[in-house]
């Protein structure tokens, strides 16, 4: 092939292919035409349509057809989301009160009060734990970062089934009423996809689910409503769920996400009405902050400086949760004891917390007694708490009274709650339960937020004079702009404002909010990934990590520095062993198909199931009947031709009555004579192992993203994370050079970002030796997904035979299943 055909083809597959796929697609097309009645006929009688006609889904069949597919879904997920927030919300209060109830009956005697309060918390937690383990350990730990993975293009088994969402709802209102520091808020992002997915599944909405990428349409939406009906915050949560979970969001699912998300908020608040909770439609936790004068412009630097404590708050947070989680994981001893026995480490971080917690104890030190909603509601009061540093003289009514202890001022019970409350949350977040960081975090924002504010107001006792009106400190304005700044700083996310705000029902304090905000994300990103990508690393799943910013590295490492040069690839003339062979050596879930070897042309790609599908029937068991046949029909053809054997000779042949059968001179031999002996069938498998594969009936995909040796880190990680890739096939001139995949991606990113704040120099020429070097040993990510102890290669050896049936029967127990195909 010339050059001019070759500067045509560049990145795209040769002529032939094209004169191929046109062939195909005649082909294809006169065949649907042959079928399609026949498919018209059996799609009435026993497809979906057939159970659309009876019972509630022929209404709501006319309803989709009238209305739109999109709205209907949309509308019942809203409404699902909410019943399930509000049934557990009733779930939570009343497992709350029974430990309160059960403290208060036992207040004759303190031991009592001690196990009662323990023991109540305990076992809840051990019921969390036990039954996610039993029925869904998929459903343990938040969500979000499992989310963020499946939305990017990998497929978790089990994560998206009826047990982990019953697992899922259950585990998590036990865990909530146990009255351990954790949230709901990320757990109901899970929740949230798996309604979605289990709506998807239903008759009606089997198109949904039948469509990849509708179906992924669907959960990126279904994500953005979990935060917002549990907080009812339709706005902020939205944009929260987007932040936290996505990469890239498609704006055309943005009107989906808000149109459900407030379908569910109201229903969630509707319930709390009907149900007599709440007296009307307001804000979760409404507050009463003076809109005329909320602060003073001589408070902005209070609220930048409580920014940037709670960036470098949000950042220990993270590493200290990680600390503890990969410090039990290396210790081999106790990380054995503790699988053995699940349940031992969540009753010991259960009763270590709730024996601090207990309110006769050391919880009167830092309020122990509330819960989260309740210390949220107490701090966010609009009064001063202190008059001149004196906790007594003010007038405590309600929940507030928990901070007025007789021994500890008001600074040192909320400075006490706010360091016990960030290290206990860091631990219980680690236990193998439902969990959540957000409400939490929230509330120990909103702890530190206080603490500043008292202080503003003990060194402003008058409050700051703004011409000629005096206007008192309000703390409660420094508690909604903690809670925003070090939530956001956690997360790494700017939405958390518009959350907050939400929450709170007014927007007079939405400037230093998110001065606080952006200074709290300027000093976490900086230091540490957020709590959701640091769960992600210390599980190991195949997700990329953000691109930090300033690092001008990106851009001047290219792809022919992080490529694998040794790529296993299929050709058209290849024959069966030769497939046999790259199929036992290598797990991709797709092979790259080449003109030739020589030429290394690039047509397409192959799944791994239809080659598998090839190899099995070229030696299935009817192919090999066939040929019985065949052999059988030549071997009478050539019988009834011959002459009868002379009369003296000891062993002559006769054909008897019955078909396949042979009459010897004395005997019956059955048609075992025609059958295919041991020694025979491996020599028949040898043969047809030797034929050319036959690619007429296989699937190949010709639109490959391909990328240029030249390309950069930067371009590369925007096309991975837009196009939900796990890997890309690099070329030349239409040649396949090499092949790029997320591991590689994420050890060029990790080389180049920042690592405890001091930069690293992107180690390019680790990168070019380690391509060039280690051909023979190099494993790409999608290779090493099969754990190297299940690798066919270390079975006992045996015939060919045996391990072409083994290697046909085998399945991967890894519960991480990536998809490649790219759209």
């Not at 019953?166 to 146990?178: E, H, N, R, T």
């Not at 699940?342 to 917390?353: D, K, R, T």
């Amino acid at each position: 092939m010339d050059a001019g055909v070759f500067s045509q083809m560049y990145g795209r597959y040769t002529q032939e292919l094209g004169v191929y796929a046109k062939e195909e697609a005649t082909r294809l097309k006169e065949s649907g035409e042959k079928v399609s009645q026949r498919s018209r006929t059996l799609e009435h009688d026993n497809g979906r349509c057939a159970k659309c006609k009876i019972g509630p889904f022929r209404w709501l069949r006319f309803l989709i057809s009238l209305i739109g597919e999109d709205w209907i879904f949309f509308f019942l997920l809203g409404i699902l989301m909410g019943l399930t927030s509000w049934a557990m919300e009733l779930g939570i209060n009343m497992l709350l009160k029974g430990q309160k109830w059960v403290y208060g009956r036992l207040d004759s005697n303190g031991f009592l009060q001690y196990l009662g309060w323990v023991g109540y918390s305990v076992a809840l937690i051990v019921f969390s734990a036990g039954f996610t383990q039993i029925v869904s350990p998929q459903a343990a730990g938040s969500g979000i970062s499992e989310m963020k993975t499946i939305l990017r293009g990998v497929l978790l088994k089990e994560y998206l089934t009826f047990r982990t969402f019953v697992a899922k709802v259950i585990s998590l209102a036990f865990a909530l009423g146990s009255g351990m520091p954790l949230g709901k808020e990320a757990p109901f992002v899970h929740i949230a996809s798996l309604c979605g997915a289990l709506l998807c599944k239903l008759p009606v909405f089997r198109g949904i689910y039948e469509n990849e990428s509708r179906y992924r349409e669907m959960l990126a939406a279904a994500c953005a409503v979990g935060v917002g009906c549990v907080l009812a915050a339709p706005v902020g949560g939205v944009l929260f769920s987007i932040e936290v979970t996505f990469t890239f969001f498609a704006v055309r699912s943005y009107w989906r996400g808000f149109f459900s998300v407030t379908i569910a908020a109201f229903f969630f608040r509707v319930l709390a009405v009907w149900y007599k909770d709440e007296e009307t439609v307001t804000a979760l936790f409404r507050t009463h902050f003076q809109v005329d004068f909320p602060f003073d412009l001589k408070e902005m630097p209070a609220f930048a400086l409580l920014g940037i404590i709670s960036g470098f708050g949000g950042a220990l947070f993270v590493y200290l949760n990680r600390r503890i989680a990969l410090f039990i994981k290396k210790q081999k001893l106790f990380n054995t004891f503790l699988m053995k026995k699940c349940l031992v480490y969540p009753v010991m971080v259960s009763f270590l917390i709730s024996s601090l917690l207990f309110p006769s104890g050391f919880g009167q030190f830092m309020a122990g007694e509330l819960t989260q909603n309740e210390a949220l509601v107490t701090l966010l009061d609009n009064r001063t708490w202190t008059k001149d540093g004196i906790a007594e003289e003010f007038d405590y009514i309600g929940n507030a009274r928990v901070w007025m202890h007789p021994q500890v001022t008001v600074f040192g019970t909320l400075a006490l709650f706010t360091i016990m409350r960030f290290w206990m949350c860091a631990l219980a977040i680690t236990m193998p339960v439902p969990y959540g960081a957000f409400m939490p975090v929230l509330v120990i924002g909103a702890g530190l937020g206080r603490l500043v504010g008292e202080c503003m107001a003990y060194w402003f006792p008058e409050g700051i004079h703004a011409g000629h009106a005096i206007y008192p400190i309000v703390p409660g304005g420094y508690a909604v702009v903690g809670a925003a700044a070090l939530s956001g700083a956690v997360s790494h996310s700017f939405s958390t404002v518009v959350m907050v705000l939400e929450l709170t029902g007014q927007i007079s304090h939405l400037l230093p909010a998110l001065i606080a905000v952006v200074l709290a994300n300027l000093v976490a990103q900086s230091l540490q990934p957020s709590i959701y990508d640091s769960i992600i690393k210390i599980k190991k799943l195949p997700y990329l990590p953000e691109l930090g910013w300033g690092q001008h590295e990106v851009y001047n490492i290219r792809v022919e520095d992080i490529m694998v040069r040794d790529v296993q690839y299929i050709t058209l003339s290849c024959s069966y062993r030769d497939l046999l062979n790259i199929l036992m050596k290598s797990r991709l879930k797709a092979l790259p198909l080449l003109k030739s070897a020589e030429s290394m042309i690039l047509l397409g790609s192959i799944e791994r199931t239809q080659l598998q599908s090839l190899l099995s029937q070229q030696l299935s068991c009817a192919r090999r009947l066939q040929c019985i046949k065949e052999r059988g029909a030549e071997a009478k053809k050539l019988l009834s031709t011959e002459s009868n054997p002379p009369s003296n000779n000891n062993s002559s042949l006769q054909t008897g009555p019955e078909e396949g059968h042979i009459q010897v001179r004395g005997h019956r031999r059955t048609h075992a004579f025609f059958t295919l002996v041991d020694l025979q069938i491996t020599d028949w498998e040898a043969r047809q192992l030797d034929e050319r594969v036959n690619f007429n009936n296989c699937k190949i995909n010709p639109a490959l993203i391909q990328l240029l040796e030249c390309t950069s880190l930067h371009k590369t990680y925007t096309i991975f994370s837009l196009l939900g890739l796990d890997h890309a096939y690099v070329t030349r001139i239409g040649r396949l050079i090499g092949v790029v995949s997320i591991k590689e991606l994420r050890k060029a990113i990790d080389g180049s970002m920042t690592l405890k704040g001091v930069k690293v120099a992107p180690p390019m020429a680790t990168f070019r030796n380690s391509s060039l070097s280690s051909s023979q040993n190099e494993t790409t990510y999608l290779q090493a997904v099969r754990p190297p102890e299940e690798h066919v290669t270390d079975a006992p050896k045996h015939t060919e035979s045996n391990n072409i049936l083994t290697y046909l029967t085998f399945t991967p127990k890894s519960d991480i299943v990536l998809s490649i195909n790219s759209e």
